[in-house]
């Protein structure tokens, strides 16, 4: 489990993020120790992105009742 983890830490999702075409939620901390809160937006026509002010990489638990709020303004958002 720990080198999967690994290689998605290390991997670049860029392109992949762009050239998607379902409906993706980008959530981020402003103060993520990992990675810039600016990685989460994306000129994908599909992405909407989130940033949580006051909160670190691990924004489930940083902000859990923002993160849980986004995540599911964002499924409410989904076509059925």
């Known amino acids: 489990m720990k080198a999967v983890l690994?290689?998605?830490a290390l991997a670049d999702w860029r392109e992949v993020i762009v050239g998607a075409d379902v409906?993706?939620?980008m959530l981020?901390?402003?103060e993520?120790?990992?990675w810039p809160y600016a990685h989460s937006?994306?000129?994908n026509?599909?992405?909407r992105?989130?940033?949580l002010d006051k909160c670190g990489h691990a924004a489930n638990m940083d902000r859990p009742k923002e993160f849980n709020a986004a995540l599911l303004e964002f499924?409410?958002?989904l076509p059925q």
């Open 32 to 34: 993520s120790q990992f």
């Open 41 to 43: 937006f994306t000129d």
């Open 49 to 51: 992105s989130v940033v």
């Open 23 to 25: 409906p993706i939620l």
């Open 6 to 8: 690994q290689d998605h």
């Open 28 to 30: 981020a901390g402003r």
């Open 75 to 77: 499924a409410r958002s």
């Open 45 to 47: 026509p599909h992405s």
